[in-house]
């Protein structure tokens, strides 16, 4: 596609349940990110992939939260036993390449997730 | 993750004014200084970068004033306008780090 694209745009979702967020990146793009972005605040680093290299797990902010890129593309980010903390938006981003340093990174407009 | 620190967390300009936004960074191994914009319900944008070598960066009303050696870069928005009212994060990155470090961002409001 054109743009980064994310999945679901917006989802309600019951505490303690388990959501999956997807992203597809923009194709060709070897390095995807996911941040979160709760109400009014900056960009919180969560994970990073690129290419088949072990991913950055370093943002992570705890075990109920992991993701996976399959094939090189589409990314899925689970939060498992969701708490009413993270109700926030998570934006994916893709870049072309892993060096930040020159190349931009592109964003997809986010899932806002909300946890009841 | 190394610091960047941005000020001022928000700003309130009338139009035609200028808007002025501040970044400060500790790791001298930065060597791509990108600013983002975003618009509510909308994802991060790149709006203008800069690389260490040059002091400044002019794309319309937008500049980038760069300051190596006081290791400070500031965002310019000549003749504010209404549409410019969306919330701005300053980053540093370098080819050594994949993952760019972000302000916290500063939210910008533009009077009629």
């Known amino acids: 596609g054109a743009g980064v694209s994310q999945s679901p745009s917006n989802k309600v979702t019951e505490k303690g349940k388990d959501v999956e967020l997807r992203c597809d990146p923009i194709?060709?793009?070897?390095?995807l990110y996911w941040y979160r972005q709760s109400l009014g605040q900056g960009l919180e680093f969560l994970i990073y992939f690129q290419g088949n290299s072990a991913p950055d797990k370093s943002g992570l902010p705890s075990d109920r939260f992991s993701a996976e890129r399959t094939g090189g593309s589409v990314s899925t980010l689970t939060i498992q036993r969701t708490q009413q903390e993270d109700s926030a938006v998570y934006l994916c981003a893709s870049s072309l390449l892993g060096s930040t340093s020159g190349n931009t990174i592109y964003f997809g407009e986010g899932s806002w997730l909300t946890v009841v | 993750q190394q610091q960047v620190k941005q000020s001022p967390q928000s700003l309130i300009v009338q139009k035609g004014g200028i808007s002025i936004i501040n970044c400060a960074y500790e790791?001298?191994?930065?060597?791509?200084f990108p600013w983002y914009q975003q618009f509510p319900g909308k994802g991060p944008a790149l709006l203008i970068a800069i690389r260490p070598d040059v002091s400044e960066k002019k794309e319309g009303r937008f500049t980038i004033s760069f300051n190596k050696s006081a290791k400070q870069f500031s965002l310019h928005i000549m003749d504010s306008q209404p549409g410019d009212s969306a919330t701005y994060f300053c980053a540093a990155s370098s080819g050594g780090s994949y993952i760019p470090t972000f302000g916290r961002g500063t939210s910008l409001i533009v009077h009629p």
């Open positions: 194709s060709g793009h070897t390095a």
């Open positions: 790791n001298t191994a930065f060597d791509y």
